[in-house]
């Protein structure tokens, strides 16, 4: 009897440890968009649908509205597209299903990583190749923490010198922080 | 250094029980917790619930591994101005009370999480109280109600005649879940089965139908109204409804201010006005009763000139080293009285006496100003000889000599105040004429009092128009009343006989938000919307304009007064032409026009993107994301779309534009269209066009006449009399009773006694001893009933120092027999306690009355208070092991430091005595190892300009999700406030001296937390804030034990998880909601400081001093809290670090960055602190 318990223990345990990482997970979206025609072969920039994102904690999703600035005209016959109008039309949101989700009580933001110059494939893997998303990272702070203690700033497209001004980090390394309260409000 | 410091009574006497328990680790048992839940729910312990969960544990975790899946729902339309994650900001007014402070909201995706002062508007400059910062309480209040009810009238409430049998069944729908929560309460609440859904459209025919009948039988009766289309609109309806009048009610009003005023200048030039004081130019301010910071008018305004005049000015000159002067006559403590420098104990019917015994001397004997030979002033105070006046009110001889020369030293500069609710005996009037011949004996009239340029238009009520109503009602001469912003039910005295009265009228019908007292006699219930939903604006001085824009689409329904209003004038066929007429444009055929512009239509679409916390998430799973412009229209059109009557009703947006533009806008020619001024105005907020408005108008020339009618000196009641005076105080969280169902208000405690979620009789020690009503060793309090008249009331007696003996207090404000599941039946109603004024000029009085407290044969009743709960315990031997002290007296070193101003004048560094560096157990023996070497946050917190006013408190709530707990886990020692303002005692132990101390955390960098921890789940960060990680801590509560400030607070339940709904959309997304079993506190609104680093990265450039403000400091209205980097030396936080700085329990070495200031009193000269 105490074996089944510890054995259904030490179980639960072990995939209470895998819980959350999601690595693979690939849900169908209701309408079936594709991020490898968008960006991959129309070489649509990211922030073009995910606009905000450099300056919001968030990576908004396009509204409807984004979507219609283009599909008014093109490919406006195709059957998901006319899906879209007529939910566009209703004013009747799309349901995404999330794939990347992090604990309430991380507040990661995006606005800091595009600032970096961290590109979006860095955690999102090569979404422009992907029919339908899938999470390629296993998200655990460790994830996070391997770029925060290892990775040295690198200059990106925001990058304005901030982080390697003496006057503003002094003789600070200029390693992304790694504070609990960055991500732990 | 000898003073002794006490917190409560306990600590006073060094109850052993006290003593014992705070000796414990933790104060309060282990609670079952079940058994805290709901009563009747499942019963099992908390160790059981252990056992059964292991096993659940193993089964939930094999069956799954995966994660719910959760939606995106982004925008179908997404506004322009609306990034997901961004907060928006909108300028608008307060609507809590009729003060009209300037707010900004924070609004994330639509929905608002925070109140902010607005920084350009002059009455609050960017502070609000705590009532604004709780605001959102109300806006999200579950027990609003959701559409227009019938209700069937049996006056059955308070043991009024009426039929008492059941209502027929078919009477009772429950339509909504509101009505479902309130049938809970059926026993308390018997008329609510009666209660009937109704169609608006229904209720405006049947309301207009009946204002139509009733001619001059029908009246209007509304609180407070101001701003400039609000009262354009107000006219325009009572003229369309000819022969309606309407009947302007405050319950908490400045009757006796109007009618001393005009008895002492003559009516004021503009109507509906009272005088508009300039605390910040007053050197010297005494009161008579009133508390201008607690329960003035304009509170923020007040609270705001009074805390910077209390600062000490000049301090680098050390000469002229200056701050104001404040003596208080008062009957008992109240929040001026806590910051005064001198305060005497009067009771009530004494005060004029006082108060013209001052004049005496400044005119008689000290042949002060032109009034001195005035035959008419010398025979009014001849009466009043100050030798007297002294001896009876128990004043030292000399007293009032002393008040009047320094009052003639700073002439010009000083206020003279009387009045207030304490103050409000039946001479309310003549004290408050004798306070403005005080002002004008001192040429204040004019320097530091404008009746003239930009009086008040805050309180426009009247008691005794009020009183003409009760008795055209009984006399039968009101036919159809329709009531707005008003409760009389609740707030008339029982002496009045408002009920009674109200039975006689046929028709009533009441536009709230509630189902209030006097809504539930009611025949017709129409839901108002909160102030953050709806269009206004709003003149609470003469010239100064503001703008109230909504915030948030209407959650549950309703319109605004004003849309109510529109409709009932368009329902009357006389009236629709008529309307037509009115100010600008306004268009009644038009088809509904959006209520909202575009860019407040956008940003009260509902839809919700990104789900990240639970609520959030709740709020996307709705299909509340409807269409926006749909939505917002439809919340324009406030008839049903299927109304044959109308034709197509206008919205008070339209009419409130409409009215700028023709009004307001050709006054002023600022903008180059109206356009470009409309949108100035919306987003400034305020409109203060008017440059002469920022001195006082000319002087008025008092009338010595109105002295004339001065009631003789009052004789002092018998000493150890069983009789005792007394006095109605308005509690500065609860005000009128208004926000009785804010559960925030309820539980920050009452600055004054310290107690919350309670009202109660509040009497000297001295004076219970005599009459037997001490506590008793539990410390519970026993229950007393007074009689006033035909009134009893009974409460329990809380006992404190700082009041007259001769006096009981009681805060007005509680005892809501109807306001919703929080506020219902707490405490008692002491406006029963009120009186009608008899003679000539009729009104309504509070104080003043003789009493008996008649001890109640019931078991004793138990009182909460956080202030004995954080206590700051220390080894009295620690400090001086050499040198025995007196109890207590260690304090004054260690915790409060003080000196008063002549000593600070000799030396910069008096009462602040330079430390021995302390023990330390570090290897390098000094100062913290940690290094900061870019930011190292710290605080100064000026003990001198704190007026413990709590906005501080609200507002930290607001900010980071603090839960409320309720009063029975305030009882327990686990309130949860991460800011406390602590208080203390020190002096004569009948009137001692009061000095506040705002406790947080101090952000230590040797911190006794992290040592304890076994989890390293708080931990010192980069810049110096001791932060706490919630997903690590495990609640040892090691930390908190290790603690010596006292300010980490444990969540001992889910309270995230049982917030009613829809209360969760006030949470601020930035701020992580803590779970049961997890500790927290004070981490400088660390989300702040992260908003201020990004933004500093985009400039490209450090955070400079100033980026950052913590939501306490943000509010303050003294600016009592400076908060900025440690390693800068030249910000504003270091700087105020003058040499009054010290740190509390500095011995300890715990490094806290926190400096507190000395706190110094301005004790004059020659004064004594008696």
Redesign the interface.
């Known amino acids: 009897m105490t074996l089944i318990?510890v054995v259904?223990?030490g179980?639960?345990?072990w995939?209470?440890l895998?819980?959350?990482e999601?690595v693979g997970?690939s849900?169908v979206q209701p309408i079936p968009f594709s991020h490898k025609l968008h960006a991959g072969d129309n070489h649509i920039p990211c922030q073009y649908c995910h606009?905000?994102v450099e300056?919001?904690?968030?990576a908004?999703?396009?509204?409807?509205?984004?979507c219609m600035g283009c599909h008014a005209v093109v490919d406006n016959g195709a059957a998901p597209i006319k899906e879209v109008a007529a939910?566009?039309a209703?004013?009747?949101?799309?349901?995404?299903?999330?794939v990347y989700?992090l604990?309430?009580?991380v507040?990661f933001?995006h606005?800091?990583h595009i600032?970096a110059g961290i590109t979006c494939q860095t955690c999102h893997g090569q979404v422009q190749n992907m029919d339908q998303v899938s999470q390629v990272t296993q998200w655990t702070m460790a994830e996070c923490l391997n770029c925060h203690r290892n990775d040295n700033l690198l200059p990106g497209p925001g990058d304005?010198?901030?982080h390697r001004?003496p006057?503003?980090?002094?003789?600070?390394p200029a390693n992304a922080?790694q504070?609990?309260?960055?991500c732990?409000? | 250094m000898s003073k002794k410091y006490w917190t409560t009574m306990e600590d006073l006497r060094a109850d052993p029980e006290v003593e014992k328990l705070r000796k414990e680790e933790f104060r309060a048992k282990p609670q079952e917790y079940f058994d805290a839940q709901a009563k009747g729910g499942l019963k099992f312990g908390r160790r059981d619930f252990m056992k059964w969960s292991t096993g659940a544990l193993a089964l939930a975790s094999t069956a799954c591994a995966r994660k719910p899946t959760q939606k995106i729902i982004p925008y179908a339309q997404q506004p322009p101005e609306i990034t997901p994650g961004v907060p928006v900001y909108y300028a608008s007014t307060c609507r809590e009370c009729s003060a009209a402070c300037g707010i900004v909201l924070t609004t994330h995706e639509g929905r608002p999480t925070k109140v902010e002062g607005n920084p350009l508007h002059p009455l609050n400059r960017g502070t609000v109280c705590p009532r604004g910062q709780a605001s959102l309480h109300n806006l999200y209040d579950p027990d609003r109600l959701r559409s227009p009810v019938r209700l069937e009238r049996v006056h059955s409430l308070r043991g009024l005649v009426g039929t008492e049998a059941p209502p027929p069944e078919h009477l009772w729908v429950p339509t909504n879940v509101w009505n479902e929560a309130w049938n809970l309460r059926d026993n308390i609440h018997p008329i609510k089965r009666q209660m009937k859904a109704v169609e608006w459209l229904t209720a405006d025919l049947e309301i207009s139908h009946r204002l139509m009948a009733a001619g001059n039988r029908a009246v209007l009766l509304t609180g407070t109204i101001h701003g400039p289309a609000r009262t354009a609109l107000l006219a325009d309806f009572l003229g369309i409804y000819a022969g309606m009048r309407r009947v302007v009610y405050d319950s908490i009003n400045q009757d006796a201010l109007a009618a001393g005023q005009q008895a002492a200048y003559g009516a004021p030039a503009a109507a509906n006005t009272t005088p508009r004081y300039f605390y910040d130019r007053a050197e010297m301010v005494v009161t008579f009763g009133d508390d201008p910071i607690g329960a003035g008018i304009s509170r923020q305004e007040y609270s705001y000139g009074f805390g910077h005049q209390r600062k000490v000015r000049d301090a680098e000159a050390p000469g002229r080293v200056r701050m104001s002067r404040v003596v208080v006559f008062e009957p008992a403590l109240s929040l001026v009285g806590n910051s005064a420098d001198t305060r005497y104990l009067i009771p009530p019917s004494q005060l004029l006496t006082v108060a013209m015994g001052l004049a005496h001397q400044l005119v008689l004997v000290d042949k002060r100003s032109a009034f001195a030979n005035d035959a008419t002033v010398a025979k009014a105070l001849q009466a009043f000889d100050p030798a007297t006046v002294e001896s009876q009110a128990g004043l030292k001889p000399g007293t009032l000599a002393t008040v009047a020369g320094e009052l003639w030293q700073q002439r010009g500069k000083s206020i003279v105040r009387g009045g207030g609710m304490a103050g409000a005996t039946e001479d309310a009037a003549m004290l408050e004429t004798a306070a403005a011949f005080l002002n004008s004996v001192l040429g204040n009239e004019g320097a530091t009092v404008d009746g003239t340029g930009s009086p008040s238009l805050q309180a426009q009520g009247s008691d005794a128009a009020m009183l003409a109503l009760v008795d055209d009602m009984n006399q039968g001469k009101v036919d159809t009343l329709l009531v707005y912003g008003s409760n009389p039910a609740y707030t008339l005295p029982g002496a009045v006989g408002f009920l009674e009265a109200l039975a006689k009228v046929p028709h009533v019908y009441v536009v709230a938000d509630r189902l209030d007292e006097t809504a539930q006699l009611s025949d017709m219930v129409l839901p108002l919307l909160h102030g953050l939903e709806s269009w206004g604006d709003a003149e609470p001085q003469a010239g100064l304009y503001s703008i109230v824009q909504p915030t948030i689409e209407p959650l549950f329904g309703g319109r605004s007064f004003e849309d109510v209003l529109i409709n009932l004038a368009y329902l009357n066929p006389a009236g629709a032409a008529k309307f037509k007429a009115g100010p600008g444009p306004v268009a009644p055929v038009a088809p509904p026009a959006p209520a909202v512009t575009a860019a407040a239509a956008a940003v009260t679409a509902p839809a919700v993107t990104a789900p990240k916390t639970a609520n959030t998430a709740k709020a996307a799973a709705k299909p509340a994301a409807a269409p926006a412009t749909a939505a917002a229209a439809a919340a324009a059109s406030p008839a049903p779309s299927s109304a044959p009557v109308v034709a197509g009703p206008t919205s008070f947006y339209d009419y409130l534009k409409a009215y700028w533009r023709t009004q307001m806008y050709p006054k002023y020619t600022l903008a180059a269209s109206f356009d470009d001024f409309w949108t100035g105005l919306l987003q400034e907020g305020v409109f203060d066009p008017d440059p002469k408005r920022q001195r006082p108008g000319a002087a008025r020339t008092f009338k010595p006449a109105a002295l004339a009618g001065t009631p003789a000196p009052a004789t002092p009641a018998a000493k150890n009399s069983e009789e005792l005076e007394l006095a109605l105080v308005v509690n500065p969280m609860m005000g009128d009773g208004w926000w009785a169902n804010n559960a925030l208000l309820q539980e920050i405690p009452d600055p004054v006694s310290k107690n919350c979620w309670d009202n109660f009789f509040t009497i000297a020690p001295s004076t219970a001893k005599r009459l037997g009503l001490e506590p008793d060793d539990k410390r519970q309090y026993a229950i007393a009933e007074v009689t006033v008249g035909s009134q009893k009331l009974q409460a329990p007696v809380f006992v404190q120092v700082g009041v007259n003996p001769g006096v009981a207090t009681i805060a007005v404000g509680f005892g809501r027999e109807s306001v919703g599941q929080i506020g219902t039946d707490i405490g008692a109603n002491a406006y029963a306690l009120g009186q009608i004024q008899s003679g000539p000029k009729p009104g309504l009085f509070f104080s003043g009355a003789k009493v008996k407290l008649t001890k109640q044969d019931v078991p004793n009743y138990l009182l909460a208070s956080p202030q004995g709960n954080n206590y700051i315990d220390f080894n009295e031997d620690e400090v001086t092991p050499e040198t025995t002290v007196a109890p207590g007296t260690a304090r004054g070193e260690r915790i409060i430091r003080e000196t008063d101003l002549v000593q600070l004048q000799a030396n910069p560094r008096a009462g602040n005595p330079e430390q021995e560096a302390p023990l330390s157990l570090w290897d390098n023996g000094g100062p913290s190892e940690h290094a900061f070497p870019n930011y190292h946050w710290g605080m100064t917190i000026d003990l001198n300009s704190c007026i413990g006013c709590n906005a501080c408190v609200a507002a930290c709530y607001a900010e980071n999700n603090v839960p409320v707990v309720g009063k029975d886990q305030v009882w327990r020692g686990r309130d949860m406030a991460w800011i406390r303002i602590d208080r203390y005692f020190s002096g004569d132990e009948d009137n001692p001296d009061v000095t506040q101390q705002p406790m947080l955390c101090q952000q230590c960098a040797n911190a006794g937390c992290e040592s304890v921890c076994p989890v390293i789940a708080t931990i010192t960060d980069a810049e110096g804030i001791n932060v706490q990680v919630y997903n690590r801590c495990v609640g040892t509560r090691f930390c908190s034990n290790n603690c010596i400030y006292k300010v980490r607070k444990f969540n001992f339940f889910n309270y995230g998880k049982v917030r009613a709904s829809p209360l969760e959309l006030a949470l601020n997304p930035m701020v992580t909601m803590r779970s049961k079993g997890v500790m927290e506190k004070c981490n400088f609104c660390t989300q702040r400081i992260h908003a201020a680093h990004y933004k500093a990265k985009e400039r490209g450039l450090p955070v400079e001093d100033g980026d950052i403000k913590t939501a306490c400091q943000q509010t303050c209205p003294s600016e009592a809290i400076y908060f900025g980097n440690m390693n800068d030396p030249n910000s504003k936080m270091m700087q105020a670090r003058t040499p009054r700085g010290y740190r509390v329990l500095e011995d300890m070495n715990y490094e806290p960055s926190i400096h507190y200031l000395t706190k110094i009193r301005n004790l004059g000269q020659g004064t004594d602190t008696a």
């Open positions: 318990v259904l223990l179980f639960g345990c995939k209470l895998g819980m959350g999601n997970y849900p606009a905000g300056r919001s904690r968030l908004p999703i396009p509204a409807l509205n984004v939910a566009y209703a004013l009747k949101p799309i349901e995404f299903v999330r989700d604990p309430q009580f507040y933001q606005r800091w600032a304005n010198g901030y001004d006057a503003t980090f002094h003789d600070r922080p504070d609990c309260n960055v732990h409000n």
